[in-house]
């Protein structure tokens, strides 16, 4: 098989939560780009889900936009079920859609606890169950892959809920894993750092001076990531290139993880050892 046969999506549908912005929308328009039929769910950006499913069927693709507010956990079956009938099956399913807040501890509210548990995790367990099953039943062997957050592996300040809720995804993704394997079903996540979306735009804090802090700590080029570094990963773990993993994660954050003490910038400054002609 070869490189391009490996990533080919060609006949593969995908359903994507959180598809008409950010990570999702550029998630689902390179799944696209890789040959997948794909279909959103978004629960209020009308015109940029509408032109998700353009820039789709540009490419010779089908699509489909479902508005649905993911909160509504008791209808989620029922999205699951509405959208394999519309789509005609599916292959890959991915959790993208989630929301957080920025609060002390002591200023969350049952409303704001309950909805980040909601989308960030009863929607993600409620569609990995419903599609899973008839991924069983029609005997394919598909791909989970849920949009977490390098919040899931470690904690910070005010997101007390939101790292709550992705350190959950990370737990019932590797659950599932097991209990999907012998069905050649994967389950992997996928932790972004903090990506150039609008996610987070309305947090009460100096973003100007948050912003140069947090760049530079970052030791890969010193900048937040872009939705384009995610799609890579994700066109991995939804081909032929990534039957054979599964509970695992992806970390995209430019490396900030790795380092447990911001110390270089105390450091003396870098110099190259070689010569020209070495």
């Not at 499913?53 to 079920?81: C, K, N």
């Not at 954050?253 to 790795?258: Q, R």
């Not at 380092?259 to 020209?276: D, K």
């Amino acid at each position: 098989m070869s490189a391009h046969e490996r990533f080919d999506l060609s006949g593969r549908t995908a359903l994507i939560t959180g598809g008409s912005r950010g990570i999702g929308r550029g998630i689902a328009i390179g799944l696209a780009q890789h040959g997948a039929d794909v279909a959103i769910v978004y629960r209020s950006a009308e015109r940029e889900a509408n032109e998700v499913v353009e820039a789709i069927t540009s490419l010779g693709r089908r699509a489909w936009a479902e508005r649905y507010d993911l909160a509504e956990t008791d209808g989620l079956a029922d999205l699951a079920a509405r959208t394999w009938d519309a789509t005609g099956g599916g292959h890959v399913l991915i959790n993208n859609a989630g929301l957080g807040y920025l609060e002390h501890f002591n200023r969350i509210t049952p409303e704001t606890w309950n909805r980040t548990m909601a989308v960030n995790v009863d929607a993600v367990f409620r569609l990995s169950q419903a599609m899973a099953e008839r991924m069983i039943a029609g005997g394919i062997q598909g791909r989970i892959i849920n949009l977490s957050s390098v919040n899931g592996l470690v904690a910070e300040a005010g997101l007390a809920h939101y790292n709550a809720s992705k350190g959950a995804v990370e737990m019932l993704s590797q659950s599932l894993a097991i209990e999907l394997g012998p069905h050649g079903i994967t389950v992997n996540t996928i932790c972004p750092g903090i990506i150039e979306t609008e996610i987070g735009g309305e947090f009460d804090i100096d973003v100007e001076a948050f912003c140069q802090y947090f760049k530079a700590h970052v030791p890969l080029g010193q900048r937040f990531g872009e939705v384009e570094d995610c799609v890579g990963a994700a066109v991995l773990l939804a081909s032929r290139a990534g039957a054979y993993i599964t509970g695992q994660r992806i970390v995209i954050d430019g490396g900030v993880m790795c380092e447990q003490v911001p110390r270089i910038q105390f450091m003396p400054r870098y110099r190259n050892t070689l010569t020209a002609g070495d």
